[in-house]
């Protein structure tokens, strides 16, 4: 039942405030986060974390989250490249896998490598009942609700959610993070339902920049610490469905090569909350209008401002927390894909060639 929508792929996107909150308040209670006994950091020296596609780049932004707020080095990669590779596992490992559907073949073969190995195995996942789950000492499900649409939306944000509350936890555990500091972080989550419906009325300008990028051969996603995995995601995104071919790279590569590419016809996209970052992506995207190239910024009203009037097009996010953005930034990400996809009439929610769960590898 697509509720009154046209594509299951837009009530997705659009019921992510509900879903959202709904997915959030299965693991608060109070300023507590509710995990399974025994789900505790502080005798983990590493994780390890293997996905593929969408759920991948959740987890490549789970490692700057773990990182940067726990303190606790994390290795990211995807499960084709992981599975056959032989990596060596260190001691007080901890193995997290990340699938919406729970049956990905290399994810599942990924996970298995790592049964003896690892000091234990995490799983994120959508499907409660799926053989990752099964498998996992812990499953923590996203609960993010059925997603049919092929190209992943819902389950994007509720797995960042979900790796976002073990992040806090982490940092908790380890003693990174007072518990005056994880109430504010759960109460700006708490929040974010809120602003997510902020963002979805901002709706008409990415639609009005979609129709306008719909046209191009090759996009570019540029985006530096939480925006480069999301970067990712947007480009991938964009290719599922509208089957215009992006690219991702970070801010800070674009002059190791890609900025060869740039001229009138490659929009590219700068994701770039105003942050401590901001600054260093600004003057990315300079030196991309310099050669002629058109952007699209995604940003916050400060940062708009401070950008300048040469941008080809602007989408004004409201602001949160830096740490948030990667929840916030993945709805225009989405509706770009979406409304690309729309303007050129492509079936948006079964994009040719592509199956909603890859089980085989
Ligand atoms: C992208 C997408 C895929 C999946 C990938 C992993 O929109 O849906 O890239 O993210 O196939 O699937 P799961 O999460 O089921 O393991």
Known sequence: ???????????????QPTVL?????????????????????????RVTMVACGTAYFACLTAKYWFETIAGLPVETDVASEFRYREPPIPDRSTALFVSQSGETADTLAALRYCRGKADRILSVVNVAESSIARESDIALPIHAGVEIGVASTKAFTCQLNVLYLLALKAASDRGRMTSEELATALAELRALPGVFNAALDRDASVAEAARAMAEARDVLFLGRGLMYPLAHEGALKLKEISYIHAEAYASGELKHGPIALIDKAVPVVVMAPNDHLFDKTVSNMQEVMARGGQVLLITDATGAEAAGEDVWRTVILPEVSPRLTPLLYALPAQLLAYHAAIAKGTDVDQPRNLAKSVTVE
């Open 1 to 15: 039942d697509k509720s009154g929508y046209k594509h299951f792929m837009a009530k997705e996107i659009w019921e």
């Open 21 to 45: 909150a709904d997915a959030l308040s299965a693991y608060l209670d109070g300023d507590d986060i509710v995990l399974p006994e025994g789900l505790d950091f502080s005798e983990t020296d």
